[in-house]
């Protein structure tokens, strides 16, 4: 891998340059050593990426060829790939992405990748600021194509990568945790000024509303709850619940029970921390 310079959870994408380098052995070639042959008028395997997406090619498509009739072919391609992104633990998650290299037209008997581990790998520092890439492993493996009934073998290159969060911690979850904690200013207001009570509750209820809508295009839409879709929510039953407290407490006294608002106030002064202290242990400390 020569470069990688976007990981993009909404397509589902990944961007980078990536070094292709097939050998194989073709005697027919023997007496053109030293000759560089244009690919489409040899033989070749046919490798494909079997992952979608638009890749363009900096090379031109001609193969070396070496003593013996070894053929090399090196290629670079640059573009975006189709990925699969496991979103449940965003945004403390790892992802493990896989691009696959695929001979189309020929089966196992005839085309065998093995790995060149000489090759594989990745440049020591690459062109991405979000995430932390980790080993690169080259593999090979076989897949059993439905349609011709036959078994093809298959280059899988696996790419580990941890997201750094800081950016996540400090422009989202901090300011999140910033608007649950003014819903509980209320506590310490007395009922008597309900205006002031439902001011800052409507307040906190709106500001949240808003903070939601900015973080909507962070992920694609999914069928499943992420880590901080689970804080998000949390936290906006809890902002919900400080309002109706506080129209609670402001009907109470209405109804003249003022030492009982002041016990109800006292409670939520506790209760409502806990709570936030546990969503906060449940979304993001207690990562399986």
Same mark, same amino acid.
């Given at each position: 891998?020569?470069?990688?310079?976007?990981?993009?959870?909404?397509?589902?994408?990944?961007?980078?340059?990536?070094?292709?380098?097939?050998? +194989?052995?073709?005697?027919?070639?023997?007496?053109?050593?030293?000759?560089?042959?244009?690919?489409?008028?040899? +033989?070749?395997?046919?490798?494909?990426?079997?992952?979608?997406?638009?890749?363009?090619?900096?090379?031109?498509?001609?193969?070396?060829?070496?003593?013996?009739?070894?053929?090399?072919?090196?290629?670079?391609?640059?573009?975006?790939?189709?990925?699969?992104? /496991?979103?449940?633990?965003?945004?403390?998650?790892?992802?493990?992405?896989?691009?696959?290299?695929?001979?189309?037209?020929?089966?196992?008997?005839?085309? &065998?990748?093995?790995?060149?581990?000489?090759?594989?790998?990745?440049?020591?520092?690459?062109?991405?600021?979000? +995430?932390?890439?980790?080993?690169?492993?080259?593999?090979?493996?076989?897949?059993?194509?439905?349609?011709?009934?036959?078994?093809?073998? &298959?280059?899988?290159?696996?790419?580990?990568?941890?997201?750094?969060?800081?950016?996540?911690?400090?422009?989202?979850?901090?300011?999140?945790?910033?608007?649950?904690?003014?819903? +509980?200013?209320?506590?310490?207001?007395?009922?008597?000024?309900?205006?002031?009570?439902?001011?800052?509750?409507?307040?906190?209820?709106?500001?949240?509303?808003?903070?939601?809508?900015?973080?909507? /295009?962070?992920?694609?839409?999914?069928?499943?709850?992420? &880590?901080?879709?689970?804080?998000?929510?949390?936290?906006?039953?809890?902002?919900?619940?400080?309002?109706?407290?506080?129209?609670?407490?402001?009907?109470?006294?209405?109804?003249?029970?003022?030492?009982?608002?002041?016990?109800?106030?006292?409670?939520? &002064?506790?209760?409502?921390?806990?709570?936030?202290?546990?969503?906060?242990?449940?979304?993001?400390?207690?990562?399986?």
């Amino acid at each position: 891998m020569v470069d990688l310079t976007e990981i993009n959870d909404v397509r589902q994408t990944l961007t980078g340059d990536f070094a292709v380098r097939l050998n +194989w052995i073709d005697s027919r070639l023997s007496q053109f050593e030293g000759c560089e042959i244009d690919l489409d008028k040899v +033989w070749s395997p046919s490798v494909a990426f079997l992952n979608s997406g638009r890749l363009f090619t900096s090379r031109p498509r001609e193969v070396e060829i070496g003593p013996g009739g070894q053929v090399t072919y090196l290629q670079r391609y640059y573009g975006s790939l189709a990925s699969y992104h /496991n979103l449940r633990d965003f945004p403390f998650d790892k992802q493990k992405f896989v691009i696959s290299l695929f001979p189309i037209e020929a089966p196992e008997d005839e085309v &065998r990748l093995v790995v060149d581990e000489g090759f594989t790998g990745r440049r020591d520092v690459l062109n991405i600021s979000d +995430w932390k890439i980790g080993s690169v492993i080259g593999r090979a493996e076989r897949q059993k194509a439905r349609a011709f009934d036959k078994f093809h073998s &298959r280059f899988d290159f696996e790419i580990n990568a941890h997201r750094i969060t800081s950016y996540y911690l400090w422009k989202v979850i901090l300011p999140l945790c910033l608007i649950v904690a003014m819903s +509980w200013c209320v506590f310490w207001i007395s009922p008597v000024h309900l205006n002031a009570q439902i001011g800052l509750s409507a307040t906190s209820v709106l500001t949240l509303i808003a903070f939601i809508f900015a973080t909507t /295009n962070m992920v694609p839409e999914l069928s499943y709850f992420t &880590r901080l879709d689970l804080f998000i929510i949390g936290s906006t039953i809890l902002v919900f619940l400080a309002l109706l407290q506080s129209i609670t407490t402001s009907y109470l006294v209405s109804r003249h029970k003022e030492n009982l608002t002041i016990r109800i106030d006292k409670v939520c &002064r506790l209760a409502f921390p806990l709570a936030f202290a546990a969503l906060v242990l449940v979304a993001f400390i207690a990562i399986g």
